[in-house]
């Protein structure tokens, strides 16, 4: 089955230490994106990319940083300089920037918590 | 400044009845709206989209109406069931602009529906 796969699914990290997450999607989709959710705020876009090479920065960008060297894979990471990181993060895909025709696929999130 | 509203964190309703959720938009370029559904600690899943060129749309138990004048559209859920019971997300897009396609999301709408 295709479908999109964050890991881990709990992360725990020191303060001042970087951290990447994992997102790797088979659904063969040009779009992929990463939100972060936190209680009372819904879901805010951290960074997405339309095409391999290629990444904009969303509303909340500070602190993140990405990559994209290959269609299936979206690395999100996370840096010291991120304020406040503790959080529930979300990656998703779609066919194409075409997202409003066709929804986001979501993955099943990773909690980072920073201790 | 939300572009997207969900004014009401949380709703209840008993089993059979009508769960209807609001969504309020300010962005009139807004022309693709969509919702989501989320268990905790999950991803969440596409539910139901509606184009402004639409006033309804409808599937199964589920029917989202569009407002654009009052830049308002709600979800009916009818009739409502226990496995109903998630946060809700709306979402919207300016999709045919071509350049805008990201979602902008409200904070969501916990629904529990009562046995």
């Known amino acids: 089955d295709g479908g999109i796969t964050q890991s881990p699914k709990y992360l725990f990290r020191k303060e001042g230490q970087n951290v990447t997450l994992s997102c790797e999607q088979n659904l063969n989709h040009d779009a992929m994106y990463w939100y972060r959710q936190d209680p009372g705020q819904g879901l805010r876009l951290i960074y997405y990319?339309?095409?391999?090479?290629?990444?904009q920065k969303g509303d909340i960008a500070e602190g993140y940083s990405v990559s994209r060297e290959k269609k299936e894979s979206f690395p999100l990471t996370v840096t010291s300089a991120q304020k406040n990181p503790t959080a529930f993060y979300l990656c998703a895909s779609s066919i194409d920037h075409r997202a409003p025709l066709y929804g986001y696929t979501f993955g099943s999130g990773t909690r980072l918590t920073v201790v | 400044d939300q572009q997207v509203k969900q004014n009401s964190p949380s709703l209840s309703v008993q089993e059979g009845r009508i769960s209807i959720l609001n969504c309020d938009y300010t962005?009139?370029?807004?022309?693709?709206f969509l919702w989501y559904k989320k268990y905790p600690a999950e991803g969440p899943t596409f539910l139901i989209s509606i184009s402004s060129i639409k006033d309804k749309n409808e599937d199964g138990r589920f029917t989202v109406f569009l407002n654009k004048s009052a830049k308002h559209l709600s979800l009916h859920i009818v009739p409502s069931q226990p496995g109903d019971s998630a946060v809700y997300f709306c979402a919207a897009s300016a999709g045919s602009g071509g350049s805008n396609y990201k979602l902008t999301f409200g904070k969501g709408t916990l629904l529990t529906v009562n046995p």
């Open positions: 990319s339309q095409i391999v090479n290629d990444f």
């Open positions: 962005n009139s370029m807004f022309d693709y």
